[in-house]
């Protein structure tokens, strides 16, 4: 059997400690312009979580619950759900190589299917206060 590699000083890290979690996305909006004219709801879920991923023509909202969803997203495999909430993988190919399980609207997956960015990744866009110059009116 072979031992993993190790340099002096380092230790190396436990499998369990390198899985991001679902609780690791931001919620809240973002712009997916490959999602323009496309409506639903998907929950994802998996081993660490859930999120709902509600999609109205251009806008994704991520938030830990929701409204009912048309579509529902399943994954035991550690890791999985955030690399599909950040368009890491497929979901399509996902669901083809048994990944994933899916229950309900297949062609709300289909239209989400690599439209996907990195959502989570970065916080949500914040929105700009406006403000009023001095003297301006």
Do not use: W
Not at 60 to 83: H, I, N, Q
Request: hydrophobic share 40%; with cysteine; charged share 20%.
């Amino acid at each position: 059997m072979l031992e993993p590699a190790t340099v002096e000083g380092i230790e190396p890290m436990a499998e369990q400690e390198t899985v991001e979690t679902i609780a690791q996305v931001p919620c809240g909006d973002y712009a997916v312009p490959a999602l323009a004219g496309v409506r639903g709801a998907i929950m994802f879920e998996g081993a660490q979580g859930h999120i709902h991923m509600r999609i109205d023509d251009g806008k994704v909202t991520l938030s830990p619950s929701g409204a009912p969803v048309d579509l529902s997203l399943r994954t035991s495999e550690p890791g999985a759900l955030l690399r599909m909430v950040r368009g890491e993988i497929n979901v399509v190919t996902a669901l083809l190589r048994g990944q994933i399980e899916a229950q309900g609207d297949l062609m709300l997956l289909i239209k989400v299917a690599g439209a996907l960015p990195k959502v989570g990744l970065r916080p949500p866009p914040r929105p700009t206060p406006t403000t009023t110059q001095p003297g301006a009116e």
